[in-house]
């Protein structure tokens, strides 16, 4: 099963922008892009969504080259609230539908 | 509720006891997931359901799991005989139409098997 690859964690600190980059070689036709943020005793939350190019909304932007084998999450200016697990998720079809280990951003004051 | 409601919260239960975990979706939220998280590990996919379709359970890890959605909507996900190593928080997700759309999770069932 193709799963995709993250970093196990990272460090930032507040108000910097913080870039987390997914593998994800064998993606396929149908499939989407999409990053979750996970806190603790929590289930995740939708953060953003996409196919190619660039996307943004109100907290993030989404990069995904022309060739969709990596996407990166963008957080602008991120502050201690940031800190979570984040997933990056392609959902084509059931099989492709688990989650990697996720990244733990780490934002430190 | 507006969101994905998912009890019980918690649930303790020994070794060879079944046990159902519910979840109440998004009202109007055709599709609906269910994913297993071991402690500090990504989620797990289970089974999916998608309007009156067949589910798709590709992902249960064996026939001691089972899961049903009546009317659409509520759905219950049953585990017989429970084994230690079921020990996991179960979460329920819901989404608008199709596989490829956002998903809206629940807080899950921390399920300890003693």
């Known amino acids: 099963l193709a799963k995709t690859t993250q970093p196990i964690s990272m460090d930032s600190y507040e108000g910097q922008e913080v870039n987390i980059t997914c593998s994800h070689n064998?993606?396929?036709?149908?499939?989407?892009i999409t990053w979750y943020q996970q806190f603790p005793s929590q289930g995740p939350r939708f953060i953003i969504q996409?196919?190619?190019t660039k996307v943004t909304n109100e907290v993030a932007s989404l990069f995904i080259p022309a060739d969709r084998k990596s996407s990166t999450l963008s957080l602008p200016r991120v502050s201690l609230s940031d800190t979570a697990v984040y997933y990056c998720?392609?959902?084509?079809?059931?099989?492709?539908?688990?989650f990697g280990s996720g990244t733990q951003l780490t934002v430190l004051p | 509720g507006a969101g994905v409601s998912q009890s019980p919260s918690n649930k303790v239960t020994e070794k060879g006891k079944d046990v159902e975990l519910r979840c109440d979706p998004i009202?109007?939220?055709?599709?609906l997931y269910w994913y297993r998280q071991s402690l500090g590990q990504g989620l797990e996919f289970l089974i999916y359901?998608?309007?009156?379709?067949?589910?798709?359970k590709s992902g249960l890890p064996s026939d001691r799991f089972s899961a049903e959605r009546t009317g659409g909507s509520v759905s219950t996900l049953t585990i017989q005989r429970t084994q230690q190593e079921d020990s996991a928080v179960y979460l329920c997700?819901?989404?608008?139409?199709?596989?490829?759309?956002?998903?809206?999770f629940g807080d899950g069932t921390r399920l300890s098997i003693l």
């Open positions: 997700a819901s989404s608008l139409g199709s596989i490829g759309q956002p998903q809206h």
């Open positions: 064998n993606i396929a036709t149908n499939d989407y």
């Open positions: 996409g196919y190619k």
């Open positions: 998720l392609r959902s084509g079809s059931a099989r492709q539908l688990t």
């Open positions: 009202s109007g939220h055709t599709a």
């Open positions: 359901f998608q309007g009156n379709s067949a589910p798709d």
